[in-house]
Structures are given as C-alpha cells and as structure tokens.
C-alpha cells in the first residue's frame, strides 16, 4: 500500500500561505484539527495541501478519506478502512478492526465531507483517537465535530489579492483574455466610477439559454472598468474559491464588466427567499444560480440529473441515465463539454478512460432544480438500473481476459453500486433487486477483498422475504461463502442450510450446488480434508451436469487440491491444478489462475524443486498484489519464506515471515487458525532459527515487520536464492505429516478453535 493516497494537484494552489503555516503548526499540537467553513471556501485544498506537507512526520503515512458521497451512516467504517488500505476479511465489527489497525501506527488520517453523517462520524472518531495514541486526525467539513479535544481551524476566504491572483489564473486556464491587473490603464480611459445606463433586462439569459449574455447590450455601460471591475468582482464573490472559479469559467464568454451587472441582479434574485442564511452562504449560492442561468436550457436539465451521481462518472453511464427525449444521448457529449468549460464539472483520466465528477455543491444545487421538477425518484431508479446492468456484465466479465478491467471498474463504480442498493433497500417491492444485486456481485466481495461490506449488504437483503425464490437463493450461498472466508462458521451454516433446503424443494439444482460447494471450503478451513473433498466434489459433478463453468467451479477444483495435498497426494494435487491452470490461459482468468499456481509452488517445493516453486509462487504474488487480493499475496510470500530458507537464505526467510504478519493482522486470523495452512510456516521459522540462532532470527524478523504491504511484495518478488548454497539433503523438502484428520502438517503445529479466513480463503474458495 502506499503511504499516501492523497491526490494530486491539477492546477496551482494560490495563497493561504498563512492558513497553511498556521494548520500545520496546529497539527503539531492537537490529534483532531477540523477545517471549518462555507461550501466552497476551499477547506478541502486546503487540508491536502497541508497533509502533503507534513507527509514525513507520519511513519505509516497519511490517508485520505472521502465522506461525501456516502448517503448510510453505517458505511462510514467501512470507508475509512478503505482509506487505510484495510482488506475486510475478519468477522469482527469493522469499528474493532479499525481501532487494532491504528493501535500502534503513526498515521494522519484526513476524513473530508463528514457534515451530512456527523452525528455517527464524530463517536467514531473519538474512539479511534482514544485507542490509537499515533493517529492524527485532520477533517474538513462545514461545522465541527464536538469532540473533546478537537481543535477547530475556521477558514475564511481568499483577501483580495490572493482572490485576484486566483481568478486572474483560473481564466486564463479556461482560455479567457487577459485580465487587467492593478495599475492597468482602464479601457477607453473609463473612470472607475462611471455611472452610465441601466442594467440590462433580467429575463433575456434565462428565457434564451444566456448565451445572448455574450453579446453587448444596448444602453448597458460597466460601472467600473479595468483592474477595478476585478477587484469588485471578487469581492462581490466575497473571495470564495469555488465562486471565483465558477466566474473564470465564464469568462472566455462573458466580459467582468458584463458578469458585474448579471451578478447584480441575481444576487436580488436569489437571496429573497433564504431568511437567516450566512451572507456567504447566500453569494455562493448566487454564484450557483448565475451560473445555472448562464447555461443553455439541456445544460441546466443535464447539470439535474447528473445530482443523481455519488461519484465519478463516464460518458456511456450518463447517455443512459440521463438521455431522454429533451436530451437525445448524441447531444449530451456536447453538453457535458459545456458543463466541462464552465466549471460545474472536472475531468480525470483515469487507467479505464475519461471521468466527470461534479463538485459537491454544484451536485447539491442541481438535486434542488430535479426536485423542483419533481424527477428525482426516477432519475435515481435509471441510475440503479444502470449500475445494475453494470454489475451483470461485471460478473460475466470476471471469468474472461477483460478481469483485471472489472476489478478496477468494480472499485471505481462502487459509489454508484452502493446508490443502487440503497435504493433497492428503500423501497419495499423492490427487495428482490437487492438481493439480486448483492448476490451479482459475490466477485467484489470476495474477489477484490470486500466481505465485511459484501456481508453488510447481503444481510440487509435477505432481512426481507422478497418471493423472488432465485435472487433469495443466490444472495443466501454468496453470504455463506463471505461467512465461510471470515471464519464465521455459525452464520455460515446457517445461510448454506438455508439455500440448500429452499433449493432442494424449488428444484433450483445450482442453487444447490453451490451450497454445497461452500460447505466443502468450511470442511477445508477447519482441517476436515476428506469431508472438503467429498463435499466440493460432489458440487463439482453438479457443475458438470449443468454446464457451469467461471471461477467459482475453478476455485472448487483448487480447493479439491489443496485438500489432497494436505493429505499427501501431490500427484493428484497437481493434475487437478495444471487443468485449472490450462482452463485459465485458455480463458484469460487471472485469480483463480494464481490459487492453482500457489498449488503448483507447494508441490514443487516438496518435491525440491525450488527454482520452479519460486517462479511459480512469485508469479501468484504478482497476480494476487494487482487484484489487492491480501490472502493469495500472503500465502504465497509465506510459501516464499519458506522456499528461501530451503534454498539456503534463513535471513531472508526470516525477514519475509516478519513482512507477512501485519497482512494477516489485516487480513484476519493468521493461516485461518487451520493446522495445515500453518504448517510451512512453522517448519521454516523452525529451519530459520536453527540455522540463524533465535536473536539473528529475531533481528530479520523485525525488519520484516516494519516492511509496508507494497515493500513486503517487493522484498518477495525480489529475493533469490544464494547459488552458493541450498539444494542439498539438508535442504531437501520433507514428505508431509500426516494429522489425525488426515490432513498433511508438520509436527508441533496447533489447531485452534476458530478458522477466519481472509479476502476470499481464495486459496480456499
């Protein structure tokens, strides 16, 4: 993971040199410092420009977290352990998850947009701050939290030069001519306080699109002209950056002069009806108005509709949601262009291609104007629909060469995915779509390291009966599966039990077999090989006779694999996961692809061949670290430490069995608390610290510990062996222990009660 995940700057951050120096002081001397003010001041520039400047204090870096897209409260956990780059696989409370994480880090944590979710967010937070003596806090929002301790920075806005400097540049970006500046010569020798005719007439921008606002106006003269048209623009702005930069997008269109008097009149305008509003609150939202009535016609229908997008968006979501017939979708790229020239929106490239986003307060002025035309409820159900869709080709998609490309849309859609479900929980007829795309997306949860949101999800689903027998049925074996993999067994056999019943008297025979599928990866997670076997081999025979075959059925076969090599069986292992392997280059399959290859690597070693298990395993490495799949990337640098003391590197094994536990510290319970996951562990701490003597060994170890996620895969992919040594006898892998359970292990290993599991016991399911 990387230490920081603040973004960075598009343009140049003007002024607040002394709000910065200040800030920074404060972070000094407080844990919890909030950034006070006005929507638009620029209180979240601001808060990351000083995050970035004090990077170096905090050794475990500084994470952003972004609140306001977020609509339930109960996601708020779920977004910080996001920020931090936790993977959700244990079933504890993610609260507790987060204050273990924190406990002994040193980390400045900035949560921006909290206002809306205060009153859940502020406890959260204190409790963090109590429990983690390293954690500093720095949030931005529009009022302060009341929290003890909390230090409150209220920002005002720019001053006048540092507001000039800021609009003089922010048109020039936008292409506007060039701003006269103090001490300029004012156009046709024009006094500052020439008085000349009326205003124009009010209606003419909003009755005809405001383009005519481009042209000049019979009997309409500026009242000031030159630097101080600037100057009286700006504070007419009252210094608000968003403000300011709304106006500059004007600018290649508009004259100051001519924004000076439309500013005039819808400062009028606007402010009548917002009785005990803050006068800044009243000029921001005149600066939205007059920029709402600047628009064209289908600029201002789109800039509604476009409210109804949490998050980054791309041009083929808003065709569909937004087209209509008053905006054909061959229209709206032009339109998103006019949004896009103005301000109301920005631009990002992203590895998937062009995003839009819509600034906060632009989208919360524009959900006024679809609520005025009364269209909201179903411009947020053609939102759903949509990301619905999405999700179903997402899921089809994950078993083809295009997987690593639903991994990264899945994670940038899922402002958008939870929208969609929150939706669905809202209206009572439409359960059965909650279930049905809670269960769709089984490959988020457990595929791309999710389950403690997956789970959140699928048992606020399944908390209605919806009579939809299928989307029950299949959001019942998909929350079984994330129960399973967080070492719930309970709850697990609880769901399984369930959806196997219902399927067996609805005849759904899928159904079914997934059920029973899970129920073999729970065996295999508790060390009761051949049950495992009997169970997903059975499931596996279905999948046959129905035609099933995506991820899912590969992952059975692994898991098949695992079981027999945990008994011994290594030839049998590895038939079982070179056909997945050959299946999964065949398709372009990636995950299960790195589970058949951790496989490969176990058998290989025990064969010694560790040149071919070190290829095998850091290839899974590589694929599991760029799916951010924490379980295969752990289990495969476990396998790796093991390889390298085999190979005659005890230092090296030290240090990478020292790097893999704060993955399982993320992750969950270390190895699963199964016997036989744990047992190449035990046996090469065991060879480590015979060869380096325990205060050696403890040395390496510790060094490993302090390796961040991204260095710990590094230091794995990295390592080789010593051509000097290794390969001997005394190196030579030995045949495996058989248990009790008739699982493989190494002597001295414990069984402990519980089996949590991690992103997706992908190694087990």
């Known amino acids: 993971m990387r230490r920081s995940n603040l973004p960075a700057e598009l343009n140049r951050f003007v002024g607040r040199t002394a709000e910065q120096a200040a800030l920074t002081a404060l972070l000094e001397v407080s844990r919890l410092v909030t950034v006070v003010g006005v929507g638009g001041v620029g209180k979240t520039r601001l808060a990351l420009r000083a995050a970035s400047g004090v990077q170096k204090r905090y050794g475990d870096g500084v994470r952003l977290a972004e609140l306001a897209p977020l609509r339930d409260p109960e996601l708020i956990e779920y977004a910080l352990a996001e920020a931090l780059g936790l993977t959700d696989h244990t079933p504890k409370p993610p609260r507790e998850v987060l204050v273990e994480h924190l406990a002994e880090r040193r980390i400045l944590l900035v949560v921006d947009g909290f206002e809306h979710l205060v009153e859940s967010c502020a406890p959260l ?43 003089t540049e922010r048109a020039a970006e936008a292409g506007a001519p060039a701003l006269p500046v103090a001490g300029a010569p004012a156009p046709d ?38 630097s101080d048209a600037v100057r009286e623009l700006c504070r007419r702005l009252d210094g608000i950056p968003l403000a300011l930069e709304l106006a500059a997008g004007r600018l290649p269109l508009l004259s100051v002069e001519q924004m000076l008097f439309r500013l005039d009149d819808r400062f009028r305008l606007l402010t009548d009806g917002a009785r005990g509003a803050l006068p800044r609150h009243q000029t921001l939202r005149t600066a939205m108005g007059w920029s709402h009535e600047l628009c ?96 179903t080709w997402c899921e089809l998609e994950w078993f083809s060469p295009r997987q690593a490309e639903v991994a990264a849309l899945t ?21 059965h779509l909650a279930q049905h795309l809670a269960g769709t997306l089984w490959f988020a949860w457990v595929g791309c390291g999710r389950l403690s949101e997956g789970r959140h999800w699928l048992e606020r689903a399944l908390a209605v009966e919806s009579g939809h027998e299928e989307a029950r049925l299949k959001a019942l074996w998909v929350l079984g599966y994330v129960a399973v993999l967080q070492g719930d ?24 077999a997934y059920a029973t599928h899970r129920m073999g990866c729970l065996a295999l997670l508790t060390d009761d090989m051949p049950r495992a076997e009997e169970l997903i081999g059975r499931a596996l025979d279905a999948y046959r006779e129905l035609g099933e075959l995506n991820s899912n059925v590969l992952m059975g076969q692994i898991e098949v694999a695992l ?59 590589s694929i599991n670290h760029a799916f951010r799949d924490l379980v295969g990337t752990v289990l495969a640098i476990e396998m790796l430490a093991l390889v390298a003391v085999s190979e005659g590197d ?17 992750v969950g319970v270390r190895l699963f608390g199964s016997e036989a996951f744990d047992a190449p562990r035990t ?31 590094e230091r794995a992919r990295a390592a080789r062996a010593d051509p000097a040594v290794g390969g001997g006898a005394e190196a030579s892998a030995p045949r495996p222990f058989r248990t009790a359970a008739g699982s493989a292990a190494v002597p001295g290993t414990r069984k402990p009660a519980g089996s949590p599991t991690g992103k997706g016991g992908e190694a087990a399911g």
């Not at 500052?192 to 005719?197: D, E, Q, S, V, W």
């Not at 994670?411 to 669905?424: F, G, I, N, T, V």
């Not at 067994?489 to 959806?499: K, P, R």
């Open 189 to 226: 020798g024009a006094g500052a306080g020439a008085l000349p005719g009326p205003p124009p007439p009010t209606g003419a921008a909003g009755c005809q699109g405001g383009r005519a606002g481009a042209r000049s106006l019979p009997g309409a003269g500026p009242r000031v002209r030159g």
């Open 683 to 713: 046996l090469c701490q065991q060879r480590a610290e015979e060869a380096l003597g325990a205060e050696a060994y403890g040395i390496a170890f510790r060094q490993g510990l302090g390796l961040s996620a991204a260095e710990a895969v």
């Open 489 to 512: 067994g309970t709850a697990a056999v609880a769901a399984l039990h369930e959806c196997g019943e219902r399927a067996r008297s609805s005849r759904n025979a899928l159904a079914e």
């Open 650 to 666: 005890p230092t090296e094994a030290a240090v990478l069995q020292g790097a893999a536990v704060p993955l399982w510290d993320t």
């Open 125 to 167: 937070l204190r409790e963090l701050l109590e429990h983690a003596p390293g954690l500093t806090v720095l949030a931005a929002g529009r009022r302060p939290l009341r929290v003890a301790g909390e230090a409150v920075f209220p920002l005002a806005p720019l001053g006048e030069a540092d507001a000039m400097t800021l609009l």
């Open 411 to 431: 994670e940038a859609s899922l402002p958008h995915l939870r929208a969609a479900l929150d939706l669905c929980l809202e209206l009572p007829e439409d359960t």
């Open 296 to 391: 064209t016609p289908e600029e201002r229908l789109l800039w509604a509709r476009l409210s109804v997008f949490p998050g980054p968006f791309d041009l083929e979501a808003v065709e569909y949601v937004c087209g209509g017939p008053e905006l054909p979708p061959e229209r709206i790229l032009e339109l998103l262009g006019g949004l896009l020239a103005q301000s109301l929106l920005t631009r990002e490239d992203t590895p998937l291609g062009p995003a839009y986003r819509m600034l906060d307060t632009v989208a919360a002025y524009g959900a006024e104007w679809l609520a005025a035309l009364g269209d909201t409820e179903r411009m947020r159900r053609r939102h759903r629909d949509w990301y619905m869709g999405l999700a």
């Open 563 to 621: 079981a027999r090599a945990f008994r011994g069986d290594m030839d049998g292992a590895v038939a079982l996961c070179r056909e997945v392997r050959d299946i999964c280059e065949e398709r372009g399959e990636l995950w299960a692809r790195a589970y058949a290859l951790y496989v490969l690597g176990y058998a290989a070693w025990t064969g010694g061949a560790y040149g071919e298990a070190r290829e095998l395993l850091t290839a899974c490495v």
